[in-house]
Nanobody, 124 residues
Framework: QVQLVESGGGLVQAGGSLRLSCAAS????????MGWFRQAPGKAREFVAG????????YYADSVKGRFTISRDNAKNTVYLQMPSLKPEDTAVYYC?????????????????WGQGTQVTVSS
């Protein structure tokens, strides 16, 4: 099991930027593929971005492709989500998640461990 703690959320105006961080502790971070998900009020949790355990492979939801960037630093046990050009529809609680294995998944049920989430609010 790995413990995950997100940070970096907040309130920004449309067009602004945030960088989310997810710090991991516990088992070997480099054994885990990582994903970022988000959940808006009244909506299901949705995949945002994923990164392989080496960081060599990434994948994005169509809604954020070309805007957001996922990265990881295995030496610091941290995964990041850089979010420029934010839109009001990006407003949600953002969660990081870990799954044992080489590759990420877009399915929430495929992940073994989750953080508590961090709120991102984008005003128009």
């Amino acid at each position: 099991q790995v413990q995950l703690v997100e940070s970096g959320g907040g309130l920004v105006q449309a067009g602004g930027s945030l960088r989310l961080s997810c710090a991991a502790s516990g088992r070997t971070f480099s054994s885990y593929a990582m994903g970022w998900f988000r959940q808006a009020p009244g909506k299901a949790r949705e995949f945002v971005a994923g990164i392989s355990r080496s960081g060599g492979s990434t994948y994005y939801a169509d809604s954020v492709k070309g805007r957001f960037t996922i990265s990881r630093d295995n030496a610091k046990n941290t995964v990041y989500l850089q979010m420029p050009s934010l839109k009001p529809e990006d407003t949600a609680v953002y969660y990081c998640a870990a799954r044992v294995g080489v590759l990420f998944s877009t399915t929430p049920g495929s992940y073994d461990d989750w953080g508590q989430g961090t709120q991102v609010t984008v005003s128009s």
